[in-house]
């Protein structure tokens, strides 16, 4: 399932990412200017988020099989279609509505997919799919580039639209629940839930309302994504411009995409063993991205403008390969799901703004051509000042929730003794005091559940809580065996 994912996920932002390729080639095809061609992109890449939450919600009614199948006849007929239009308002709805809204359904299974086939290793398997973006980005920029050279757009978007419908739909088939444990382990979980009637939907939206570190995220994620796509978009033309050839140029984004792919790893790897400097990393790199794309406004030859690409794509591993686990630490597991659709969709709009921007900015000439590195450069640091808001709110918020605390003797859960003192490095741990007598009391009452994170040793845990209608809180213990490196 993992393959078949991360294949998708390679086609998916592999054809996002090559865009630039494809810009120069329309405006000449179509007869329009660096705006109109800039809609075109965009639109694509914009509805790619703002209908991940109804694309989430519609998973969860026609499965995430029948969503990807779909996602995969539109997205193929958007680009068979496209190469037999002459006009370029018609290639709004081709290459930008169909186009689009076949994404966003192949998109929103590969989380959903993930994020049910992995606990453990969620990290990690994440880190994996994620890599297909840029690894499809190296490979499709170059190739690309070769196949207009050999052939004209008209072909080359007939050609990629049948590859495309036949590996999307091929891959779509490893989402089919074929492992009857799988099954079974699913029916078991959800006669659980529907046996202790845990209604807690409405309750995490409405947490999610107040969770004021989420909402300063998803300021800076506006932010990180009206820079993300300008580079990626007008690199090509721009490196045109200052007489750089265009398979020359093609290759800088590939360069980008190889830079990028280690940089995700890196990324993966760095915070799969430090969880607890997840924020501050996101900040940091959101900032440099910035610094780095400002300096670029002076790159005005070839090893300037490769060098940016490569500096950049190392630090861009972070923007959108760390931004679900962000996501996770400033709200919860449980309501990963409506934040992630929340930010998605909030996200459309500077996806289809920021390209369209520059490239009526450049129409128009009110400013050089450079001046797109300034804007990158100036937004990402503006989306690193309201991720350090968000750090600080998200801290200062979990401080306070921790009441007066006390530390009481931890045992082994599989052994039920007392470990021994020596060997045995204790934390405190939260208990609610107050209601400590009364709680002991209540153990006929009816249980809710909920997923908490809490830190202990510089690692993360996700808990599972059960608490009685009248607790505050429950309790939570670890304690870590010195001789034997165990968290109990």
């Known amino acids: 399932m993992l393959v078949m994912s991360s294949t998708i996920y390679f086609l998916l932002f592999g054809t996002l990412y090559s865009y630039g390729v494809w810009l120069p080639r329309i405006m000449e095809e179509f007869n ?13 890449s914009g509805l790619l988020v703002l209908l ?21 006849i539109m997205c193929g007929s958007g680009l068979i279609i496209s190469s037999h239009l002459q006009n370029i308002y018609h290639l709004y709805l081709s290459f930008g509505v169909l186009l689009g809204i076949g994404l966003a359904l192949l998109y929103t299974p590969t989380l959903v ?11 990690q398997a994440t880190t994996f799919m994620m890599i297909g973006a840029p690894i499809g980005s190296l490979i499709f920029n ?65 947490k999610l309302l107040r969770n004021n570190a989420f909402w300063l995220f998803c300021v800076c994620r506006f932010f990180a994504i009206l820079a993300y796509y300008v580079p990626l978009f ?42 607890e400097k997840l924020l501050s990393t996101y900040q940091i790199s959101m900032f440099l991205s910035g610094v780095v794309s400002a300096a670029a406004y002076f790159a005005d030859n070839t090893w300037s403008l490769f ?59 009110l400013l050089s051509a450079n001046y797109m590195f300034v804007f990158t450069g100036g937004t990402f640091i503006l989306g690193s000042i309201f991720m350090n808001f968000a750090r600080i709110t998200h801290n200062r918020t979990r401080q306070s929730e921790i009441p007066n605390t006390e530390l009481k003797d ?38 809710q559940t909920s997923v908490e994170n809490f830190s202990f040793d510089n690692k993360t845990f996700n808990v599972e809580i059960i608490r009685n209608e009248k607790e505050s809180l429950s309790s939570v213990e670890f304690s870590k065996d010195t001789q034997n490196g165990k968290i109990v």
């Not at 721009?238 to 140029?249: F, L």
């Open 307 to 365: 060098l940016y690409c490569c500096i950049y794509g190392i630090l861009d591993g972070s923007n959108i390969g760390l931004a679900s686990l962000v996501t996770i630490d400033l709200t919860s597991p449980l309501d990963l799901g409506a934040a992630w659709g929340i930010q998605q969709t909030i996200n459309g709009i500077p996806s289809i703004a920021g390209p369209v921007l520059i490239g009526a900015m450049n129409d128009a000439k």
């Open 234 to 275: 007008h690199l090509i033309k721009y490196a045109m411009t200052i007489g750089i050839s265009s398979s020359t140029a093609s290759l800088m984004l590939a360069v980008w995409s190889g830079s990028n792919f280690l940089g995700r790893i890196c990324y993966g790897c760095f915070i799969a063993n430090h969880r």
């Open 113 to 123: 997919m993930v994020g049910r086939w992995f606990d453990k290793y969620q990290t």
């Open 52 to 72: 991940a939450m109804p694309a989430s919600i519609s998973c969860n009614y026609l499965g995430v099989f029948t969503m990807s199948i779909l996602g995969s």
């Open 410 to 447: 931890v045992y082994n859960t599989d052994q039920n003794e007392s470990l021994d003192e020596s060997h045995l490095q204790k934390d405190v741990y939260i208990t609610d005091q107050k209601n400590s007598k009364e709680n002991a009391n209540s153990s006929e009452l009816p249980k």
């Open 142 to 206: 170059p190739l690309m580039e070769k196949i207009m050279e050999n052939y004209n757009l008209r072909s080359a978007m007939n050609l990629y639209g049948i590859m495309f419908l036949g590996i999307t739909f091929i891959c779509s088939f490893g989402y089919l629940p074929f492992s009857q444990k799988l099954i079974k382990k699913d029916v078991d979980i959800e006669s659980k839930l529907e046996k202790n009637k845990i209604d807690c939907g409405f309750k995490f939206r409405k």
């Open 32 to 44: 329009c200017n660096q705006e109109q061609a800039a809609w075109v992109g965009s639109m694509a």
